[in-house]
């Protein structure tokens, strides 16, 4: 028996010295070699195919640091690149080197931003994030917020905090059961319209759907409002759905208590109208939660914080993904909600953990995952905050704007291209253009043509475009990143076009 752990064999600063450079080197030469003009996106057109050559296996014995800087080094050989600057599929792309920075830093630290007491430093930072972030979006000095772990899981947090919060909270103690239970004693509610009901755009994101799984409500407790013709969720459909599922009290959708609006939808980047939505939430008193999760960032923009988010401060909660659209690394996302004592409304006494109990007077909870429904958190709010840092909330604001001013002339030059076909656009146009070549060789249109472009690009490797589904067949979409020169977008589409009239 040895006398030490083995994971304890060697002082961690010797050992730290000895392979964290070699791992730098490793990812500098591979982040260069991915900025190459020439660079590939994906070094396989099929990695299902070549998976068995990967030799990812973990064995009985252990390997020395020259094996495991082998095993690093096909990891990063096998992935795709974000430093092309031509992986455009997803609505993220290369981080800043300063987020990543962050994630170094938090590794070293190792803290679970938990309680305060783990983590003072990372807890003011997380609170700072969430003071400026509130702050923006007009939320109040009661707001209050917190990381989480995606998009998804803000969204989710919004529908249980919203749950804990209406019906004088019989959902905390009691569950659905309870909530309906309410529904029908004191609303006088009766068999499915006494069920607790979502409503959302058809555009929105899976996750409000998921959100309602999770919560306890099931999907059919979802009602999917129509959009307009540039992706909006139509404001009279929604009126129209709010007035007659709380005017019959047996209405077979439910009863609504909750309404997602979107800034930024996932395929068209359509902000609804916070503001007419927000009226007919305080009139029919249902939580409103904005999904910003993609276009949330827009808020650092004077410009586009006043075109995109009038009404946001009237939200009850707000998504937003720094990981996104802000370009710091995986995970990074927040939940802001207006009144933060419904946040704590989670809160379990934990003797063993909990300590700090809070006073009557004071509403800001200092061990964050109270308002969490988890324990162990990463402070994932450093990242965030050390790109804010850098850049201010002016050169973040501009990063938007710049985007925006990009999209707009891909729209012009794509407008005017006798071989494309520009899809729905959200109007106002924000970062992301659907369009597809009106015939491909072939004779090839329609679906069939954007499904043959893709096959193309991926083929080729050089860049990585997604498509999505429209009322009119699929499209490519173009995600227009701020980060990604404006080069890039007009030499695909002379590609898109080479490949049209092939
Ligand atoms: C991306 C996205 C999400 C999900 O965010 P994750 O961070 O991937 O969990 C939710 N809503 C919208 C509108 C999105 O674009």
Redesign the pocket.
């Known amino acids: 028996m040895q006398d030490a752990s083995p994971l304890h064999e060697e002082v961690s600063s010797a050992e730290y010295a000895r392979v964290v450079p070699e791992v730098c080197n490793m990812i500098q030469e591979w982040m260069r070699a991915g900025e190459h003009a020439e660079a590939l996106v994906t070094p396989y057109s099929n990695a299902s195919d070549s998976r068995a050559e990967w030799h990812l296996e973990l064995n009985e014995e252990g390997v020395d640091d020259k094996e495991l800087l082998r095993s690093m080094q096909t990891i990063l050989q096998h992935s795709v690149n974000p430093w092309t600057d031509r992986f455009l599929a997803k ?1 993220y792309t290369a981080p800043t080197v300063t987020s990543m920075c962050g994630d170094m830093l938090l590794s070293a630290m190792n803290a679970s931003v938990h309680v305060f007491s783990a983590s003072p430093a990372l807890s003011l930072v997380e609170e700072e994030c969430v003071r400026k972030l509130c702050d923006l979006y007009g939320f109040g000095t009661r707001a209050d917020g917190v990381s989480m ?7 989710t947090l919004a529908v249980q905090t919203a749950l804990s919060c209406a019906f004088h909270g019989v959902y905390r103690s009691e569950g659905i059961a309870g909530q309906i239970r309410v529904l029908m004693q004191e609303y006088n509610r009766v068999g499915t319209g006494a069920r607790p009901t979502i409503l959302t755009g058809v555009d ?2 899976f ?2 759907d998921r959100a309602a799984l999770a919560s306890g409500l099931g999907r059919n407790a979802v009602v999917h409002v129509e959009s307009d013709a540039h992706g909006r969720m139509r404001v009279d459909a929604l009126e129209q759905l709010l007035k007659e599922m709380t005017s019959d009290p047996a209405h077979p959708l439910g009863m609504p208590f909750f309404v997602n609006a ?1 800034s ?3 395929v068209l980047g359509a902000f609804d109208n916070l503001r007419a939505i927000a009226k007919l939430c305080k009139e029919y008193r249902c939580w409103l939660h904005v ?5 949330g960032p827009a808020i650092f923009s004077e410009k586009l914080r006043k075109e995109l988010f009038d009404g946001a401060e009237l939200a009850n909660s707000l ?1 937003m ?1 720094p ?2 659209l802000l370009n710091v690394t995986h ?1 990074c ?1 927040f939940l802001l909600v207006k009144d933060g004592r419904c946040l704590s409304e989670h809160a379990i006494r934990a003797g063993y953990l909990f300590h700090e109990t809070q006073s009557e007077s004071e509403h800001r909870v200092t061990d964050r995952a109270t308002m969490t429904l988890g324990c162990g958190r990463r402070g994932e709010a450093l990242k965030l905050f050390l790109t804010w840092r850098k850049y201010g909330t002016k050169q973040l604001g501009n990063h938007l704007d710049h985007g925006v001013k990009v999209a707009q002339q891909l729209l012009a030059d794509l407008r005017t291209n006798p071989h494309m076909e520009v899809g729905p656009v959200a109007d106002p146009l924000f970062l992301q253009i659907c369009f597809r070549p009106r015939r491909m060789p072939g004779n090839l249109t329609g679906s069939d043509a954007t499904h043959a472009v893709c096959a193309r690009l991926q083929r080729d490797r050089r860049y990585a475009v997604d498509f999505a589904p429209s009322s009119n067949g699929d499209y490519l979409r173009l995600v227009v990143h701020p980060r990604t020169p404006s080069s890039i977008y007009f030499a695909l589409i002379k590609q898109i076009t080479a490949y049209a009239t092939d």
């Open positions: 609505l772990p995606g998009g998804a899981a803000s969204n929105s994101h996750s409000i979107t930024g939808t996932t999904d910003a999760s993609w276009g998504t993904n990981h996104k995970q996302s």
